[in-house]
């Protein structure tokens, strides 16, 4: 069965220093891995997403995610945080290959706190 | 240049009043899902259509229904809203490669 799990419930960095977020996923097959943000009161926006064609992924605003097979890990990183990135951020990978079901299996969820 | 849609934003009901939430896509997609989403916690699916074929979670309460007329409509009915009830609704579409579900901007709903 396909699993993730977010290392840390709460990040607190300093605005203009790095940010990581920790997920570490289970599945049995190659797997199709997401990265969603949630803004208080706000719909989730996708970051960025695995397809298997490159291991660096890039996202929208400056973050990117590395798939490490090796350590079953997703991270997500960003070289410096601003206000605005503020958020919930959920790790997420898929039961399927697109069938009916390929429904999303959601991390716990990691709350980012940017301070001035 | 939105592309899944959701009225009204925020929704207030009173205890035991029927509601209905409503999405809208652009998308074209065939795949439409319907999320229940607690203060703090990860979103929790309660159903989703593929195509017309309506699919259930098995732990999704019967007060809780969904109708899709067309392609880019789904609506979410609750019966008779309780107090746990209040949450936040967030509709969804999947298409693309790889397959990749995108959000609407939720719907808060409030039982008083």
Request: proline residues 6%; neutral net charge; aromatic residues 12%.
């Amino acid at each position: 069965a396909q699993s993730v799990t977010q290392l840390d419930s709460h990040v607190s960095v300093s605005e203009g220093t790095p940010v990581l977020l920790r997920c570490n996923y289970s599945s049995s097959y190659s797997p199709s891995l997401f990265w969603y943000v949630q803004h208080p009161n706000k719909g989730l926006q996708l970051l960025l997403k695995y397809t298997s064609a490159a291991t660096l992924v890039k996202g929208i605003n400056g973050f990117e995610a590395e798939f490490k097979k090796s350590e079953t890990s997703f991270h997500l990183t960003k070289p410096s945080a601003h206000m605005s990135d503020a958020a919930e951020y959920f790790c997420v990978v898929s039961d399927g290959y697109g069938g009916a079901t390929n429904k999303l299996i959601f991390g716990t969820g990691t709350l980012l706190a940017v301070q001035p | 240049d939105a592309m899944v849609i959701q009225n009204p934003r925020y929704q207030v009901t009173q205890f035991g009043k029927p509601v209905t939430l409503s999405c809208s896509q652009t998308l074209n997609h065939n795949v439409m899902y319907w999320y229940q989403q607690k203060s703090s916690q990860a979103p929790k699916l309660l159903f989703h259509y593929y195509d017309k074929d309506f699919n259930n979670e098995a732990d999704t309460p019967d007060n809780f229904q969904s109708r899709r007329p067309n392609t880019s409509f789904c609506f979410l009915d609750i019966r008779s809203p309780g107090l746990g009830d209040a949450a936040m609704y967030l509709c969804a579409t999947r298409g693309g490669f790889p397959d990749t579900q995108y959000f609407g901007p939720g719907t808060r709903l409030t039982v008083l």
